[in-house]
């Protein structure tokens, strides 16, 4: 493989967000998007080097916000289309990895310029209805998040390829080769941000890796354009396989492959430690030790001082815990607020919380839409309704729920005297945050509890106006947060300027939207070359004196 550069990518610029205020070009196209999608329903196969497949075996794909409105079917994979996607991955392989790295990274080049022109409301719309995200929440993710992964990626693979940290004695030179991995890589990708969906898949396969896709079952739609997209821009047939599909379907017999060479995956840490168990059993058949990415669960905190602006607090609580229904791995779940300002800020939060409109996202006027579907709403109205009965907590605002149009729960604010109630310690992927109201002379006690209270690693924040207490905080919650926020909701990382991801049991912290991620799915080979080899094999210590 060429990895010398014909053109240099300068570093790009983060594609700017469209305000879709009342009145602009972008609110008007997207409008007439929603209105085509919604009026049709699409038939979504399998696309296995690069072939439609029909299995028959189909699920509707529904609207969250109106779940008997149906936008189409889903034909769905086993094993049967898993090992027709392996062949098929393995036969595009060779070709893919030789090819100049500049030939690759045209290509998701363009897919970027596309998905910013011809198929930004195609897929925003797409996002909208399937996942019930506002077209604020769609433009972010689907749009200028993917779009920013595409360019960026394509930046970093340059640097990757450039980086020749070796040193050269007279007579040698020394140099790194980036090579593929051996075999194929599983992209398993959430229903939560469209842009995770198409970076999962996309990551390995630019630096030389052709990739098996398995969609979460809830964004198809979405992630369905994204292929049709890459199709469009010129991606080679059996680079990237989709393949919608039940979980273990499409995961135990990829996994189970001798050829299986590494995941990428964002969803559930028991699902994901799952698969770390079954790559584990199987580890005698492998060829090479499979590399494991995994961006997982978070219980995402944050924490206020005293000396922090209630109002700066309030805003961040609400865009940080509700924006797309809490269904966030960033989303904050958890806050620790002083005594001595809790008396202002619990009015505010009450009041901005009660204030938020829900329901239709086609209706521009909502903050939320619905949860993404009957599992996820039952199981949020189970922690709401334990927090209504404990003597422990107090549900300060919101605390409902209606799912006989679409599956509604209202944002909802939880007040507990427990800080390790259960709201507090695990993962609701959902719109509710629970506040635990501390002691203004506890602040480095209550640092420490925030830092043992949850397993997990992803994201937090820390709001002050003293610096000392900043140091503090920065220092006392090191380990707990991946991507850290001071004085800023702890949602929002925007790639090339806040690289994603969290350790513990939030993942393997490899950062999305860096070089880091990208160096994982290749395999440095160090070659040396000798311009003069020695002749005789005897060295000087062996001479007689």
């Keep these: 493989m060429s990895t010398n550069a014909i053109f240099t990518l300068t570093r790009p610029e983060?594609?700017?967000?469209l305000s879709y205020a009342p009145g602009t070009h972008e609110?008007?196209?997207?409008?007439?998007?929603?209105?085509?999608?919604?009026?049709?329903?699409?038939?979504?196969?399998?696309?296995?080097?690069g072939k439609e497949v029909r299995t028959g075996k189909t699920m509707n794909i529904v609207t969250p916000h109106d779940h008997k409105h149906v936008l189409g079917v889903c034909h769905l994979g086993g094993q049967k289309e898993v090992e027709m996607a392996i062949q098929a991955a393995m036969a595009a392989k060779s070709e893919w990895e030789e090819m100049d790295w500049h030939q690759r990274a045209s290509i998701f080049l363009k897919a970027g310029e596309l998905l910013s022109t011809k198929y930004r409301q195609i897929v925003n719309a797409a996002t909208m209805l399937g996942q019930s995200k506002t077209c604020h929440q769609a433009e972010i993710d689907a749009a200028c998040e993917l779009i920013d992964f595409y360019r960026f990626n394509a930046h970093y693979l340059q640097e990757i390829y450039r980086t020749q940290q070796v040193h050269n004695a007279k007579g040698v030179w020394n140099r790194i080769e980036y090579r593929a991995l051996e075999g194929f890589v599983l992209a398993v990708t959430p229903f939560n941000f469209t842009s995770i969906a198409g970076n999962l898949p996309l990551s390995p396969a630019i630096m030389g890796n052709t990739v098996l896709w398995k969609p979460a079952s809830t964004s198809v739609l979405s992630n369905y354009y994204l292929m049709v997209m890459l199709k469009e821009a010129g991606l080679p047939d059996g680079i990237i396989n989709y393949l919608p599909g039940r979980g273990g379907n499409i995961g135990d017999p990829a996994i189970d492959s001798e050829l299986f060479s590494g995941i990428h995956f964002t969803g559930s840490t028991a699902v994901f430690g799952s698969i770390w168990q079954r790559i584990a059993g199987n580890i005698r058949k492998y060829r090479s030790y499979p590399k494991c990415v995994g961006e997982t669960g978070g219980k995402d905190f944050i924490f206020v001082h005293s000396s922090a602006n209630h109002e700066e607090v309030a805003v961040a609580a609400i865009r940080g815990a509700f924006e797309y229904q809490g269904q966030k791995c960033s989303a904050a779940s958890r806050m620790?607020?002083?005594?001595?300002?809790?008396s202002k800020l619990k009015p505010l939060l009450q009041d901005m919380t009660e204030s938020l409109k829900m329901g239709d996202i086609c209706d521009f006027r909502n903050f939320m839409g619905a949860v993404i579907d009957q599992n996820s709403f039952e199981t949020t109205m189970k922690y709401i309704n334990l927090a209504q009965k404990s003597n422990e907590a107090e549900v300060i605002a919101g605390g409902t729920g209606?799912?006989?149009?679409?599956?509604?729960?209202?944002?909802?604010?939880?007040?507990t005297t427990n800080p390790r109630f259960v709201t507090m310690e695990e993962e609701i992927f959902a719109?509710?945050?629970?506040?635990?109201?501390?002691?203004?002379?506890?602040?480095?006690?209550?640092l420490r509890l925030c830092d043992n209270t949850s397993p997990y690693a992803l994201t937090g924040a820390i709001f002050a106006t003293d610096r000392k207490a900043i140091i503090k905080a920065e220092q006392a919650l090191k380990h707990c947060a991946g991507n850290f926020y001071i004085n800023d909701k702890p949602t929002g990382a925007v790639v090339g300027q806040q690289p994603f991801g969290g350790a513990r049991g939030s993942g393997t912290n490899d950062k999305a939207g860096s070089h880091l991620n990208l160096l994982r799915w290749v395999s440095p080979r160090a070659i040396k070359e000798a311009f003069v080899p020695p002749v005789d094999y005897r060295y000087a210590f062996m001479d007689q004196e």
């Design 402 to 415: 209606d799912n006989s149009k679409g599956y509604f729960v209202r944002p909802t604010i939880i007040e």
């Design 27 to 49: 609110r008007e196209t997207l409008k007439k998007e929603l209105v085509r999608q919604s009026s049709q329903q699409i038939e979504i196969p399998l696309i296995i080097g």
């Design 431 to 446: 719109p509710v945050l629970t506040v635990y109201v501390y002691d203004d002379q506890k602040f480095e006690e209550t």
């Design 336 to 342: 620790y607020v002083p005594s001595s300002i809790w």
């Design 14 to 17: 983060n594609e700017p967000v």
